[in-house]
C-alpha cells in the first residue's frame, strides 16, 4: 500500500511532464488567481473576513448543513472532526484504504487519542451489515466505545469508487440507531456529483460533518471546508484555534475556491471521460492483470507477474513524460484532472500500450 505515496519528488518535476500523480498537482489559473486580487478581506479569526464567509455560506447551502469552517488542507478538516466527535481512547470505523487510516501520519491516535478500527470494504466502500457487525456494545468498561463512522466519498484507494446513495444511508442509519457519530470525508465529493447528478446535500445527508476539499480536481492551490451543525463547528473552531490553524485575511484563498465552484466543478466531467479512455486502453493489455472499476477521475490497476514492477514502469514513464504513482509492489494510480488534457492522455495511452506489451 505504501509505495511511492506521499513520497517526496526529488525537487522539481522536469519542465514538460505530464502529471498524472494526483488531482492536487494542477496550478491555479490565471484567471483563478485573478479572482483573488480584488476580493474584499478581513480578519477570519475574528469573523471579519467577507470572502470567507460567502464561501462557507455557498458550501453550507451546497451540503445542506447548518454551518461551516474554512481550513487549509482537507487532512485538518477530518482530524479535527475527528477530535469533535471522539474523546480518548473511543474508537472510529473506517474503511482499510481510506485516507484517513493510511495519509494522515496517524493523526486520529496522535491528535485525538482514538483508536482506528479498520474494515475491509469493496473498492473503499463499506456496507451497513460490515459497519452494523463491528459498532462495539455501549457501557462496557473495558471495551473502546465506537463514536464515529468515517466514509470517504469518492473512495481514493478503491478507484474513485462513487459510494451509492443507498450504501451511504444504510451506513448513516446504522450509526445513528446506535448513537455514533458520522463524518464523511468528500475531498472528491463534487466527482460523485457530476459523475450521478444526485446533488452534494443528497450525499451529506444523514452525515454529521462532511469535509469537502478545494486542491482536488478543483484547481485551487489551498483549503478545504468543514461543515457540519451549529454546535460541531463551534467545537472544531476551538480545536483548529488550539492547533494554530486560526486564519487572517483568508478570503484571498476563498476567492480561489469561489471561483472554482462557479468554474471548475462541470468540467470533472472531462476528467472523468479521460480516465475512462485510460482505463479502457490499459484492459486490452497483455501485462495488466486488472484495472479496477474506474467511475470518476482515478484509475487503479495492477501490473501482471511478467510485466514491470510498479517502481520501474513509474520510472520508464517518467522517461518518457509522463508521472504516475506506484502504490504497492504491482499497482499504479493515475489520477485525471485540469492540469492534464485530451492529448496528454492520448499520448499516456499509446505509452503505455508500448510499455505494458511483451515486447
Ligand atoms: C480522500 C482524501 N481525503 C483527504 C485528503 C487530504 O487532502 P489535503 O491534501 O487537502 O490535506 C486527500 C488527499 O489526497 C484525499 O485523497
Redesign the pocket.
Known amino acids: 500500500m505504501a509505495g511511492s505515496y506521499g513520497g517526496k519528488q526529488a525537487g522539481p518535476l522536469p519542465p514538460g511532464v505530464a502529471d498524472f500523480y ?3 498537482k494542477s496550478m491555479p489559473s490565471r484567471e483563478m488567481r485573478q479572482a483573488a486580487l480584488h476580493a474584499p478581506l478581513g480578519d477570519e479569526q475574528k469573523g471579519e473576513d467577507p470572502t470567507t464567509t460567502e464561501l462557507l455560506t455557498r458550501v453550507v447551502a451546497l451540503l445542506g448543513k447548518e454551518d461551516a469552517l474554512f481550513m ?7 482530524e479535527i472532526a475527528v477530535a469533535v466527535h471522539c474523546r480518548p481512547g473511543d474508537e472510529m470505523i473506517c474503511e482499510r484504504s ?3 487510516v493510511n ?2 501520519g496517524g493523526g486520529p491516535g496522535y491528535l485525538a487519542g482514538v483508536q482506528t478500527h479498520v474494515l475491509d470494504g469493496v473498492n473503499g466502500m463499506l456496507s451497513p451489515d460490515q459497519v452494523a457487525a463491528a459498532l462495539r456494545p455501549k457501557g462496557n468498561l473495558y471495551i473502546p466505545e465506537t463514536s464515529l463512522v468515517a466514509v ?1 466519498q ?3 484507494m478503491g478507484g474513485g469508487a462513487v459510494w451509492p446513495l443507498e450504501a451511504l444511508r444504510g451506513v448513516a442509519g446504522v450509526a445513528a440507531a446506535a448513537e455514533v457519530s458520522t463524518h464523511m ?1 468528500g ?2 465529493l463534487m466527482n460523485a456529483v457530476v459523475k450521478t447528478g444526485t446533488a452534494a446535500a443528497t450525499y451529506a445527508e444523514g452525515y454529521d460533518s462532511v ?1 469537502l ?1 478545494f ?2 480536481g478543483l484547481g485551487c492551490p489551498f ?2 471546508v468543514l461543515a457540519g451543525s451549529g454546535e460541531f463547528i463551534q467545537r472544531a473552531w476551538r480545536l483548529r484555534q488550539i492547533i494554530g490553524g486560526g486564519l487572517r485575511q483568508s478570503g484571498f484563498m476563498a476567492a480561489l475556491c469561489l471561483y472554482a465552484l462557479d468554474h471548475n466543478v462541470e468540467r470533472l466531467a472531462d476528467d472523468h471521460r479521460h480516465a475512462a479512455q485510460i482505463a479502457a486502453a490499459l484492459e486490452d493489455l497483455e501485462l495488466v492483470a486488472a484495472v479496477l472499476p474506474t467511475e470518476t477521475n482515478i484509475v487503479i490497476f495492477d501490473i501482471s507477474s511478467d510485466g514491470p514492477a510498479a517502481t520501474e514502469l513509474v520510472a520508464e514513464l517518467l522517461e518518457r513524460g509522463f508521472l504516475v504513482g506506484a502504490f504497492a509492489e504491482r499497482r499504479i494510480r493515475i489520477v485525471t484532472h485540469l492540469g492534464v488534457d485530451q492529448d496528454d492522455t492520448d499520448r499516456l495511452c499509446d505509452v503505455l500500450a508500448t510499455l505494458l506489451t511483451p515486447r
Open positions: 494526483s488531482d492536487t487549509p488542507s482537507a487532512t485538518m478538516a477530518n481510506s485516507h484517513i495519509f494522515e470517504e469518492t473512495a481514493n470525508d475531498a472528491r469535509t476539499c486542491t482536488k483549503g478545504a
